[in-house]
């Protein structure tokens, strides 16, 4: 006895012999092209509502000032030097920190990502230093280093390592099996397979570790500029906030976010850039 088995329909792609070509419109499932500073709107709607609030009076300006006050405080700073001397204090502190942490984060990732022997050695460490907060080290660095730039510079470079630890580390770890498996089959060497597969498949894992480590190092500095420091953004903040000067407070964090979104749309740039070869859904 024969069974006929039905074969379920198969779409078939249309061809110019066939005499028919579907013109219908591809349907784009994922995301639309990018709008230019569409990323702002949200930061618009909120200024937008902190201009209203102030106009209405629905906010108390003894505890949130308006916002064409902290212009004019930012101003006054500017104009008297107080706050370039206090912005180019914090930006030493955070790009030595960055540039630190960055590089030893890494050069720990590669060492832990591409050799058993070192993940052995390394990977332990971090992975405790990740579960200690770095800024409940505050108290054993002072002891260490005193309360000197020192102990700022290494607090914020802690933070920063781990985090670029544990992005690149799980980048470079995460890499396809079909990959090694068709780099095997083609014969390719070890070295060839880390220079053309591992190193360009983890750069995304990188690219995010990057942006989190810029900001994990403005929230330390701004921490750690709160301990006895002479200058900085934490400083200028700290003594606003023992004078009851919300304007000021609300300068030194205009600061601290105007910083941060630029260079998270720097490192965004740069991403763009290095991959271009990479297709997502963000485009």
Do not use: C
């Not at 006929?4 to 995301?31: K, Y």
């Not at 052995?120 to 000197?148: F, Y």
């Not at 990057?210 to 403005?218: E, I, K, N, Q």
Request: positive net charge; aromatic residues 6%; charged residues 15%.
């Amino acid at each position: 006895m024969t069974i006929a088995l039905s074969r379920p329909a198969v779409a078939v792609p249309a061809r110019e012999d066939d005499g028919f070509v579907d013109r219908r419109p591809l349907r784009r499932l994922g995301l639309r092209k990018p709008v230019p500073f569409a990323r702002l709107l949200g930061v618009v709607l909120v200024l937008g509502a902190w201009v209203a609030g102030a106009r209405l009076g629905l906010i108390d300006e003894r505890k949130l000032s308006a916002p064409w006050d902290v212009l004019a405080t930012g101003w006054e700073l500017l104009v008297d030097g107080a706050l370039v001397t206090n912005v180019a204090a914090s930006l030493q502190r955070a790009a030595l920190g960055l540039v630190i942490g960055i590089t030893v984060g890494t050069v720990l990732a590669l060492v832990a990502g591409l050799s058993r022997f070192g993940e052995a050695l390394v990977d332990g460490p971090v992975q405790v230093k990740r579960a200690i907060p770095t800024l409940g080290l505050i108290p054993l660095m002072i002891l260490w280093l005193g309360i000197g730039e020192s102990f700022k510079v290494v607090l914020i470079t802690l933070g920063v390592l781990v985090t670029m630890y544990i992005q690149t580390h799980a980048a470079l770890t995460t890499i396809d099996q079909r990959f090694v498996e068709l780099s095997e089959v083609q014969g390719v060497s070890r070295a060839t397979f880390v220079r053309r597969v591992v190193i360009p498949g983890s750069l995304p894992g990188f690219f995010l570790g990057l942006r989190l480590s810029v900001t994990g190092a403005w929230l330390a500095l701004i921490v750690v500029e709160s301990v006895n420091a002479i200058d900085g953004l934490g400083k200028m903040m700290q003594n606003a906030q023992n004078y009851g000067q919300a304007d000021v407070i609300l300068v030194g964090l205009a600061v601290y976010g105007t910083f941060g979104l630029v260079s998270d749309a720097g490192i965004r740039l740069l991403e763009r850039k290095v991959l271009s070869w990479r297709r997502t859904i963000a485009g």
